[in-house]
């Protein structure tokens, strides 16, 4: 049974910084690409990054370029989205996703993904 659960939310001033995690079980992490995504109240769902297997490939959204990091670490089935110069724009529900297929067409649409957690509250306060 695959599981993802995400964890390290909360409340933030702007400026702040805050680090995300996804915990993975139930397929083998290693093989498949993770995404997050996230979703304010009132608005849909949007992308927000992306990791290939190996890590070799990252994809950001532009709103996120430059302050957000994805990582993964294969060997704790983890991945991360460490949040830097947060603004109150990027108060939302944040969620991370898996792909468990071979082939794909984008990493940035959510209709990719096989999988996703229950998702983690961030809050940033101006």
């Known amino acids: 049974q695959v599981q993802l659960v995400e964890s390290g939310g909360g409340l933030v001033q702007a400026g702040g910084s805050l680090r995300l995690s996804c915990a993975a079980s139930g397929y083998t992490f290693s093989s498949y690409p993770m995404g997050w995504f996230r979703q304010a109240p009132g608005k849909e769902r949007e992308f927000v990054a992306a990791i290939s297997w190996s890590a070799g490939n990252t994809y950001y959204a532009d709103s996120v370029k430059g302050r957000f990091t994805i990582s993964r670490d294969n060997a704790k089935k983890t991945v991360y989205l460490q949040m830097n110069s947060l603004k109150p724009e990027d108060t939302a529900v944040y969620y991370c996703?898996?792909?468990?297929?071979?082939?794909?067409?984008?990493?940035?649409?959510?209709?990719?993904?096989?999988?996703w957690g229950q998702g983690t509250q961030v809050t940033v306060s101006s």
């Open positions: 996703a898996a792909v468990l297929r071979r082939s794909w067409s984008s990493l940035t649409r959510d209709l990719t993904y096989d999988y």
